[in-house]
């Protein structure tokens, strides 16, 4: 079961609302139609897409800002935003393809690795914790379980900015307790993707 209690946590709002990801409550499809986790109901507004609910719980919600006042830092976030599809596209098509990991799936790790390493003053993206980790840390944690599971390849191998930065996001209580456990995880991903 899936939990969507790390960006709420973040938000410091005190409440966790367990999702069961593959059997969603019926109440859940009348608040948001989509169907996806997560989604935000505030204010009679609904909020569904990871990355938009970040930026209005961040905007919206006293706390720590989780998007950097540095012009610079914010044209990198800006740039990683943008590219985690493409991030998550060419992990997705390795896994899915019949031979060993592509070299789409290892460019794109080690742009994440070279990422890691651009701001020098934290192990985070832009050093200090913000919306990117938000972003990329389920599906660089996820891949971490699949590839080493499905394709027998360590993403972290070789990439030490990217073992800290997944040892780092564990060690914050929000995030570790929305994890799955990763032999189900693996269990349920080997099986929608038929393998």
């Not at 005190?14 to 990801?21: G, H, K, T």
């Amino acid at each position: 079961m899936m939990r969507c209690s790390f960006l709420v946590s973040l938000a410091s709002c005190c409440f966790d609302l367990p999702i069961d990801v593959a059997d969603k409550p019926a109440w859940y499809m009348k608040i948001y139609p989509k169907n996806m986790i997560p989604c935000l109901e505030h204010e009679n507004r609904v909020i569904g897409e990871s990355l938009d609910v970040i930026k209005y719980m961040d905007s919206d919600f006293e706390g720590p800002r989780l998007f950097p006042d540095d012009s610079e830092k914010q044209r990198f976030a800006e740039e990683l935003l943008a590219y985690s599809d493409t991030f998550n596209h060419a992990m997705l098509s390795s896994l899915t393809s019949k031979g060993s990991v592509t070299a789409e799936a290892v460019a794109a790790l080690d742009k994440i690795e070279d990422s890691l390493s651009k701001f020098d003053d934290g192990p985070f993206f832009l050093g200090q914790f913000s919306l990117v980790d938000i972003t990329y840390a389920p599906f660089v944690d996820g891949f971490k379980v699949f590839f080493a599971g499905i394709q027998n390849y360590d993403t972290a191998a070789g990439r030490p900015n990217m073992r800290r930065f997944i040892e780092e996001m564990d060690s914050i209580a929000a995030y570790a307790k929305t994890k799955q456990d990763p032999q189900e995880l693996l269990a349920a991903t080997k099986k929608k993707l038929g393998i």
